[in-house]
């Protein structure tokens, strides 16, 4: 039997946002008897630690979007004797490193250019499109939103497979009480919570009955720290009043999804959520902006509503008539839940990517 396949991934070293928790989940399916996982990070911290925490072996490459970092790395491809590499962001280090090693390299865009890179001029974006297709074998991307936007670049031609995620048995409702509506994301201003905040001031004035919480915190920037503060600054009053909660995060299958009745994402320019496939996952209804991939995974009316983005009174008024027929919020976690299973599972994504993988081997070794 011939040895397995050593892959190596880039991770973020900040915090266990979706990419990362994705990246975990992934990684502990993988078939090692086919592909054995190596991860590098420009320095330690808890993405990282956790990866390492699964017995895969993890590297730390001091400077790694420089000059020095390309070159670092890919002496570590050539030493660890990687066959293949994937990105997971839009740093460039590893799909240069993967060049110069001579090795095929595979990017999984961790959003849209425009969102996920911070590049904001059109021109640019293209720019990077391009060369994302130039350095690459296969892009792989979790949403059609995604892909879409390497329809007119180089020939690579991009693949969509969906995040996946293991169905865990149904959460139980917590002990009866208010509605509880939450929202799960890092505080960074492309999730909106503003919006958020804005919707729950309104509703709150219409019932008496809900309570809201946001379970997030900030990564380590200064936009994010000082966009903490303004959410924290807008939701003090309704928190004063013991209705609004804002939290860190909590494991997904504990007090998060557990304490919620209906989980809201205002987020613009996501590219696949998987705040949302877990709500959905555990049985909740959903309500997301109509906005970026989420229109992909959420069925309007069906597993839960989609309003328009930046618009926080439609946010509003989606709350209030959901909350106004339980038994159509329990019939929509069904829903979501179902779809979930059959649609999302974290066991036939890996398959694809490994199936992605062996035909990238493949072209790589034809072209030798």
């Known amino acids: 039997m011939s040895a ?35 991860v ?9 630690q956790t990866i390492r925490s699964m017995g895969i072996m993890t590297f730390v490459v001091p400077s790694y979007d420089s000059k020095a970092g390309v070159r670092r790395v890919a002496e570590l491809i050539r030493g660890e004797r990687i066959a293949l590499a994937q990105s997971n962001y839009y740093s460039f280090t590893l799909a240069l490193a993967a060049g110069v090693a001579n090795v095929p ?34 892009i792989l991307c979790n949403s059609k ?23 865990r048995p149904r959460i139980a409702r917590r002990s009866p009480g208010p509605f509880r509506i939450g929202m799960i994301a890092h505080l960074t201003p492309q999730k909106r919570h503003h919006d958020f905040v804005r919707a729950a001031r309104h509703v709150a004035r219409e019932r008496d009955d809900v309570q809201f919480a946001i379970y997030g915190r900030e990564i380590s920037s200064p936009e994010s720290r000082a966009y903490g503060g303004e959410i924290r600054r807008a939701a003090r009053a309704l928190s004063r009043g013991g209705r609004f909660v804002l939290s860190a995060f909590a494991p997904a299958e504990d007090r998060a999804l557990r304490d919620l009745d209906l989980l809201v994402l205002p987020s613009i320019g996501e590219s696949f959520s998987n705040a949302l496939l877990e709500g959905m996952a555990a049985g909740l209804p959903v309500i997301a902006a109509n906005s970026g991939g989420n229109p992909e995974l959420v069925e309007h009316g069906t597993t839960g509503l989609l309003v328009p983005p930046k618009r926080y009174r439609a946010l509003a008024d989606a709350m209030l008539e959901l909350l106004a027929d339980p038994v159509r919020m329990r019939a929509m976690g069904r829903a979501g839940r179902a779809r979930a299973r059959k649609e999302f599972s974290i066991d036939a994504c890996v398959r694809q990517y490994q199936r992605a ?3 990238v081997m493949t072209d790589a070794h034809c072209q030798s």
Do not use: K
């Open 4 to 38: 397995p396949v050593r892959v190596l991934y880039d991770l973020s070293p900040q915090s266990l946002g979706g990419t990362e928790q994705f990246l975990s989940r992934f990684l502990r399916r993988l078939d090692r008897r086919r592909f054995d996982p190596v």
């Open 40 to 48: 590098v990070s420009r320095r330690d911290g808890p993405p990282l």
């Open 105 to 138: 390299h595979v990017w999984r865009p961790g959003g849209h250019v425009c969102w996920g890179s911070g590049i904001r001029s059109n021109r640019d974006a293209r720019i990077a499109v391009e060369m994302m297709g130039l350095l690459s074998t296969a």
């Open 145 to 167: 939103f995604v892909a879409d936007q390497f329809q007119d670049g180089p020939s690579t031609r991009a693949q969509v497979i969906p995040n996946g995620i293991q169905l």
């Open 357 to 359: 993988y062996a035909r």
